[in-house]
């Protein structure tokens, strides 16, 4: 008995030391393996055919970023060559490893040309993540191999974690180029560019549906701990403590009001008792429901806008006795005050190529790193072009289907451009009839209130209901409506603008019909019925107790009566 | 036809057939079995009012045969009668008393607080082409048409290539933003679009349309359709004011090389 136990605890010993012998085997080779991780041949082969057929329109054959599409992207499609990728589980500066190129391609960039590649599969990813590490020589040197860093887990979010988060955000500066209240617009932020000599924004802290490292805070976190390679966000590994990153990454994250931007296509005026005053400014909306509807380039005419900078405006819209009112918001990281602007303004072909350079239009000096000691103070930014925004209604109350062209109205259907040019004390009133067909429709009927306040643009247009010329407003109906953007940092104007397509605007009714009435009303007629029925049917059988009902045919009342 | 609800219905009368039932189930079943059939069996959705005017004529179907005859009148008022009148039965004659106008005030309650729908325009997708357009001063027929390229695909496949090339520079340098870079008509500006660009990738799309259909609605964009396209509502632009004839024909090139498909073949004159 006991040598058959010694026998076992022997194999079993020895069955141990091979496991870990196994292991350590596995663990040194493991080790070996974090060296370069390029795949292998017949991988980066079968990646190169896909990156030939998906990848190089943009990013170019040779990985340089310079695609034939490039000219027409901003942000601008990533150069391979240089191994800076944005992001990474990686330390600054640092590599990205197989896992962080995978993940991206998988994922895409919310907000840029870089869309999700859902269509791809594991292997498929694997094989183009293999094959972009050949384009830079960094891939192969074992040195650079990447090394991730600790991302521990997140802790709960709390009030204090947030206050806590607050703090630090404006101690260590994050509001120099995001701005106090994080809408992207600090002081630095028209100044910024990239290590490429491109003009770069920061990211709007308030819609972190644009981030575009993900919007779950744990991607806050990363983007926090290890910064974007290649642009002015830096990492705060050695300067924060995990919990201090949380902490901002908690603050970060209270910032937005909603996980996604809830795009919608209503806005609904609602009624006020009180007569619409432009003095009051923005407080008398509080009542009216916020819709926010997407922005997109203009790129139906020429000369086309591919990447507005402004990526939504939300809109609420009252009306009293006499007029409606709607106030347009956006956020603008550098309002253009000076200027001007029109919806018509001859903008030269050439702009289309390129990305916008708001750093040559002021003269002011770039900033690569706005955390740089002696940095120059950001010169004032000023272009030539001031910001501005339309709103367009159609001229007549559509009948049926038919509603004028999207954008500026066609020949048979013309609109009411409601155009603020916000270099200007007031809006003006233009009749759009196509592109090509913008005249001035100045009845004095239009009033407006504009004001730019940290990072954010807020609009108020004023209108009688029933204007002199012009589709009335009527309770309880639907309205085509339509908004345009220009931001004249980025030399927009004219036809070079972020617009809307249609969207609808619904003037509710003063007073909405209660339901209780109608429900009250159906319930007491129904119960008369029944009872009436119910009446009748005991009245002319009788109530009956078990049994008396037996199996034969009813006799007919009449004979029991 | 939903094979399985079908099939679930036919079970069901099946069973009350052999569970010799009153002619009052009978009834009520026939009218849910049916209601049934309408609402869930067919693949293609019935509409609402259409369904409801089909079950007002079961309804008085249902009351023409079971007011028929003396017999049937008895059997169907037997256990209603019996419902209301005996004793054992009080408690639930109150709940149900009850209950209908409770459910009606429900229904009045939703039926009021529906969310407000902007008014819908349902547009045709491919409307009918004319048979002739003109493009920077040349007319195209788009019924005896063909894309000038396509023959080269057996005649010249090396020269072919080069134009399906250049119709991906095309694509890319243009057609990407709402169209996409995988075709599927999800690019960058598509959560701001109505109606939503095509996907080229759906099987049910580029092989029903011949190169010429292709051809006048790229030329002609959006304000080209006629008025059941909606011309006023989409963003597609008329790229004849951005692309030359031959760029416009070798997108469409690339657009069915690109996803593996064929045009459709002209049709064959009427005979």
Same mark, same amino acid.
């Given at each position: 008995?006991?040598?058959?136990?010694?026998?076992?605890?022997?194999?079993?010993?020895?069955?141990?030391?091979?496991?870990?012998?196994?292991?350590?085997?596995?663990?040194?080779?493991?080790? %070996?393996?974090?060296?370069?991780?390029?795949?292998?041949?017949?991988?980066?082969?079968?990646?190169?055919?896909?990156?030939?057929?998906?990848?190089?329109?943009?990013?170019?054959?040779?990985?340089?970023?310079?695609?034939?599409? =490039?000219?027409?992207?901003?942000?601008?499609?990533?150069?391979?060559?240089?191994?800076?990728?944005?992001?990474?589980?990686?330390?600054?500066?640092?590599?990205?490893?197989?896992?962080?190129?995978?993940?991206?391609? #998988?994922?895409?960039?919310?907000?840029?040309?870089?869309?999700?590649?859902?269509?791809?599969?594991?292997?498929?990813?694997?094989?183009?993540?293999?094959?972009?590490?050949?384009?830079?020589?960094?891939?192969?040197?074992?040195?650079?191999?990447?090394?991730?860093?600790?991302?521990?887990? =997140?802790? #709960?979010?709390? #009030?204090?974690?947030?206050?806590?988060?607050?703090?630090?955000?404006?101690?260590?500066?994050?509001?120099?180029?995001?701005?106090?209240?994080?809408?992207?617009?600090?002081?630095?932020? @028209?100044? &910024?560019?990239?290590?490429?000599?491109?003009?770069?924004? @920061?990211?709007?802290?308030?819609?972190?549906?644009?981030?575009?490292?993900?919007?779950?805070?744990?991607?806050?976190?990363?983007?926090?701990?290890?910064?974007?390679?290649?642009?002015?966000?830096?990492?705060?590994?050695?300067?924060?403590?995990?919990?201090?990153?949380?902490?901002?990454?908690?603050?970060?994250?209270?910032?937005?009001?909603?996980?996604?931007?809830?795009?919608?296509?209503?806005?609904?005026?609602?009624?006020? &008792?009180?007569?619409?005053?432009?003095?009051?400014?923005?407080?008398?909306?509080?009542?009216? %429901?916020?819709?926010?509807?997407?922005?997109?380039?203009?790129?139906?005419?020429?000369?086309?806008?591919?990447?507005?900078?402004?990526?939504?405006?939300?809109?609420?819209?009252?009306?009293?006795?006499?007029?409606?009112?709607?106030?347009?918001?956006?956020?603008?990281?550098?309002?253009? #005050?000076?200027?001007?602007?029109?919806?018509?303004?001859?903008?030269?072909?050439?702009?289309?190529?390129?990305?916008?350079?708001?750093?040559?239009?002021?003269?002011?000096?770039?900033?690569?790193?706005?955390?740089?000691?002696?940095?120059?103070?950001?010169?004032?930014?000023?272009?030539?072009?001031?910001?501005?925004?339309?709103?367009?209604?159609?001229?007549?109350?559509?009948?049926?289907?038919?509603?004028?062209?999207?954008?500026?109205?066609?020949?048979?259907?013309?609109?009411? &451009?409601?155009?603020?040019?916000?270099?200007?004390?007031?809006?003006?009133?233009?009749?759009?009839?196509?592109?090509?067909?913008? =005249?001035?429709?100045?009845?004095?009927?239009?009033?407006?209130?504009?004001?730019?306040?940290?990072?954010?643009?807020?609009?108020?247009?004023? %209108?009688?209901?029933?204007?002199?010329?012009?589709?009335?407003?009527?309770?309880?109906?639907?309205?085509?409506? =339509?908004?345009?953007?220009?931001?004249?940092?980025?030399?927009?104007?004219?036809?070079?603008?972020?617009?809307?397509?249609?969207?609808? &605007?619904?003037?509710?009714?003063?007073?909405?019909?209660?339901?209780?009435?109608?429900?009250?009303?159906?319930?007491?007629?129904?119960?008369?019925?029944?009872?009436?029925?119910?009446?009748?049917?005991?009245?002319?059988?009788?109530? %009956?107790?078990?049994?008396?009902?037996?199996?034969?045919?009813?006799?007919?009342?009449?004979?029991?009566? | 036809?939903?094979?399985?609800?079908?099939?679930?219905?036919?079970?069901?009368?099946?069973?009350?057939?052999?569970?010799?039932?009153?002619?009052?189930?009978?009834?009520?079943?026939?009218?849910?079995?049916?209601?049934?059939?309408?609402?869930?069996?067919?693949?293609?959705?019935?509409? *609402? !009012?259409?369904?409801?005017?089909?079950?007002?004529?079961?309804?008085?179907?249902?009351?023409?045969?079971?007011?028929?005859?003396?017999?049937?009148?008895?059997?169907?008022?037997?256990?209603?009668?019996?419902?209301?009148?005996?004793?054992?039965?009080?408690?639930?004659?109150?709940?149900?008393?009850?209950?209908?106008?409770?459910?009606? *005030?429900?229904?009045?309650?939703?039926?009021?607080?529906?969310?407000?729908?902007?008014?819908?325009?349902?547009?045709?997708?491919?409307?009918? !082409?004319?048979?002739?357009?003109?493009?920077?001063?040349?007319?195209?027929?788009?019924?005896?048409?063909?894309?000038?390229?396509?023959?080269?695909?057996?005649?010249?496949?090396?020269?072919?290539?080069?134009?399906?090339?250049?119709?991906?520079?095309?694509?890319?340098?243009?057609?990407?933003?709402?169209?996409?870079?995988?075709?599927?008509?999800?690019?960058?500006?598509?959560?701001?679009?109505?109606?939503?660009?095509?996907?080229?990738?759906?099987?049910?799309?580029?092989?029903?349309?011949?190169?010429?259909?292709?051809?006048?609605?790229?030329?002609?964009?959006?304000?080209?359709?006629?008025?059941?396209?909606?011309?006023?509502?989409?963003?597609?632009?008329?790229?004849?004011?951005?692309?030359?004839?031959?760029?416009?024909?070798?997108?469409?090139?690339?657009?069915?090389?690109?996803?593996?498909?064929?045009?459709?073949?002209?049709?064959?004159? *009427?005979?």
């Amino acid at each position: 008995m006991t040598s058959r136990v010694m026998r076992a605890a022997a194999i079993s010993s020895g069955c141990l030391a091979f496991l870990i012998a196994l292991l350590c085997a596995v663990l040194t080779g493991s080790a %070996r393996a974090a060296g370069p991780n390029m795949g292998t041949e017949a991988q980066r082969e079968s990646g190169k055919k896909l990156y030939l057929t998906y990848c190089s329109q943009c990013h170019g054959d040779a990985g340089d970023g310079e695609g034939y599409a =490039a000219s027409r992207l901003y942000p601008r499609p990533r150069n391979f060559t240089t191994g800076k990728f944005k992001v990474r589980t990686t330390p600054n500066g640092a590599l990205p490893t197989h896992e962080d190129l995978v993940n991206i391609i #998988k994922r895409g960039m919310p907000y840029t040309s870089m869309p999700a590649w859902p269509s791809l599969s594991d292997g498929q990813l694997s094989d183009l993540a293999y094959f972009i590490t050949t384009f830079s020589p960094d891939f192969s040197d074992p040195e650079k191999a990447p090394k991730t860093v600790s991302l521990p887990g =997140a802790p #709960k979010s709390t #009030k204090e974690s947030i206050e806590q988060g607050k703090k630090l955000y404006a101690e260590t500066g994050c509001d120099g180029c995001h701005g106090t209240l994080g809408r992207g617009d600090g002081p630095s932020a @028209p100044t &910024l560019v990239d290590d490429w000599g491109h003009p770069i924004r @920061p990211a709007d802290l308030t819609q972190r549906w644009t981030f575009r490292g993900g919007s779950s805070r744990e991607d806050i976190f990363r983007t926090l701990s290890t910064g974007l390679n290649g642009t002015p966000m830096p990492s705060f590994l050695d300067a924060l403590k995990d919990e201090e990153r949380w902490a901002m990454t908690d603050f970060i994250d209270s910032l937005s009001e909603s996980h996604d931007p809830g795009y919608t296509d209503l806005v609904v005026a609602r009624h006020v &008792l009180d007569p619409i005053d432009l003095t009051k400014g923005t407080a008398y909306f509080e009542s009216a %429901r916020v819709a926010r509807f997407p922005i997109i380039g203009q790129i139906t005419e020429p000369v086309r806008e591919f990447h507005p900078p402004t990526t939504s405006v939300t809109v609420q819209a009252i009306y009293d006795t006499e007029s409606i009112a709607l106030l347009v918001r956006w956020h603008d990281m550098s309002a253009q #005050k000076t200027g001007k602007n029109g919806p018509s303004l001859p903008v030269p072909p050439e702009e289309e190529e390129g990305a916008p350079a708001p750093a040559a239009a002021g003269g002011a000096q770039a900033v690569t790193d706005p955390f740089a000691e002696e940095q120059p103070a950001p010169a004032a930014q000023a272009s030539e072009f001031s910001d501005a925004v339309s709103i367009q209604v159609p001229s007549q109350v559509p009948t049926g289907a038919r509603k004028p062209y999207f954008i500026f109205g066609d020949a048979q259907n013309s609109v009411d &451009l409601w155009f603020f040019d916000l270099a200007r004390p007031d809006p003006v009133q233009f009749t759009g009839r196509g592109s090509g067909n913008i =005249a001035p429709n100045d009845t004095g009927d239009l009033t407006g209130v504009a004001s730019y306040d940290q990072g954010e643009w807020s609009v108020i247009f004023k %209108r009688p209901l029933r204007a002199t010329s012009g589709a009335p407003f009527s309770p309880g109906q639907f309205m085509p409506i =339509a908004f345009s953007v220009w931001d004249g940092l980025s030399r927009e104007r004219g036809n070079r603008r972020g617009l809307t397509v249609w969207y609808s &605007l619904y003037v509710e009714p003063e007073t909405v019909p209660s339901a209780v009435g109608p429900m009250v009303k159906t319930a007491l007629l129904i119960l008369a019925i029944e009872l009436a029925v119910i009446g009748w049917v005991r009245w002319r059988y009788g109530s %009956r107790t078990r049994g008396e009902f037996g199996g034969k045919p009813t006799q007919p009342a009449a004979t029991r009566a | 036809m939903n094979i399985l609800v079908v099939l679930a219905v036919v079970a069901a009368f099946g069973l009350l057939r052999f569970g010799r039932v009153s002619l009052l189930v009978w009834a009520g079943a026939w009218w849910v079995g049916i209601y049934v059939l309408l609402r869930f069996g067919f693949t293609a959705p019935i509409p *609402a !009012s259409v369904v409801s005017l089909y079950m007002g004529i079961v309804s008085i179907a249902i009351l023409a045969y079971v007011s028929s005859s003396q017999e049937r009148r008895d059997e169907i008022s037997r256990p209603l009668v019996r419902f209301m009148t005996d004793k054992r039965y009080t408690a639930f004659l109150a709940a149900t008393v009850v209950a209908i106008p409770a459910l009606a *005030a429900a229904n009045v309650y939703v039926q009021m607080n529906v969310p407000l729908q902007p008014p819908l325009f349902s547009r045709t997708v491919h409307p009918a !082409s004319p048979s002739e357009i003109t493009v920077h001063d040349k007319k195209i027929d788009l019924d005896a048409g063909e894309n000038p390229f396509r023959h080269l695909e057996a005649s010249s496949p090396t020269e072919f290539r080069t134009h399906v090339e250049n119709g991906r520079k095309v694509y890319y340098r243009n057609c990407v933003f709402c169209h996409g870079d995988n075709l599927a008509g999800n690019g960058m500006f598509v959560h701001g679009l109505d109606p939503i660009p095509t996907n080229f990738t759906d099987k049910g799309t580029l092989p029903m349309l011949r190169e010429t259909f292709l051809f006048w609605r790229i030329a002609k964009g959006g304000p080209g359709l006629p008025e059941e396209g909606g011309p006023w509502d989409t963003a597609m632009p008329a790229w004849e004011k951005f692309l030359k004839e031959e760029e416009m024909w070798e997108a469409i090139l690339f657009l069915y090389d690109s996803t593996g498909q064929r045009p459709r073949a002209k049709e064959e004159a *009427a005979k």
